[in-house]
């Protein structure tokens, strides 16, 4: 995979993508991932890539001609191409007006050859790169940043993980938050003792079994598989109903499993 980046601060990413899986997957060939300097595509002696919006307001816009000339200069297929599905590749704006980026989005980004991220700055991005240019437009949370550099950081890492050969073990992204078992039966729930299946990742524990009076929980060192499975697939339930609730209406639910959130809420409401 080729991950092109776009900015206007290129010394920014001089950590983020330094460290961990995104470093041994750029060492091992995985992914290679370029910065670009978005001022290098500008052909006025003060190097200019924002000014003033029409209508007026406050602060400056990025200008569109260095965006566009700088995605052009990659060779990417037409965007009609990449909307249709017709090429590996995708242009994507980063922007606080973005659909929200999540777990699914990466899995099908780590599927092409190439991503081309543009970074937002100061108030925003012409409107004609997100209507004419880019084929996404994301956004890392409903929060605003000084610019896309932070969110083009996050895709790059959570993407470049999911890559086949960067964990080492590709099965220990089954059993990540968010990630739904690809062989989750509908009736059973997830096959493995460490497949989420779509929910909030179970809590893991380590030695000691016994630290400052608090233990491991039995099932976890009872050896028996179909317990542990059923130990930790009771427990995501429990903290996804406790911390993200929304998730729990896209992951398909046993008849164990609704039986035990309806444990855990008539708990909560006598509590």
Known sequence: MKIDIVTIFPDFFRGPLDYGIVRRSRENGLVAIEVHDLRKFTHDKHLT????????????????????????????APREERVAGRAKEAVILLSAQGQRFHQGMAQELAQIERIALICGRYEGVDERVADHLA????????????????????????????????????????????????TQEASDGPDSTCASGGLLDYPHYTRPAQFRGMAVPEALVSGNHEEIRRWRRRRALKKTLRNRPDLLGEVTLSDEDRKWLAEFQNTAREA
Request: net charge negative; proline share 5%.
């Open 135 to 182: 084929d996404r437009e994301l956004s890392i949370g409903d929060y605003v940043l000084s610019g896309g550099e932070l969110g083009a950081a996050v895709i790059v890492d959570t993407v470049a993980r999911l890559i086949p050969g960067a964990l080492g073990n590709d099965a220990s992204a089954r059993q990540e938050s968010f990630t739904a078992s690809v």
């Open 49 to 76: 890539v924002d000014d003033r919006p029409f209508g007026g307001g406050e602060g400056m816009v990025l200008k569109p001609e260095p965006i566009f000339e700088w995605v052009e200069s990659l060779g990417f």
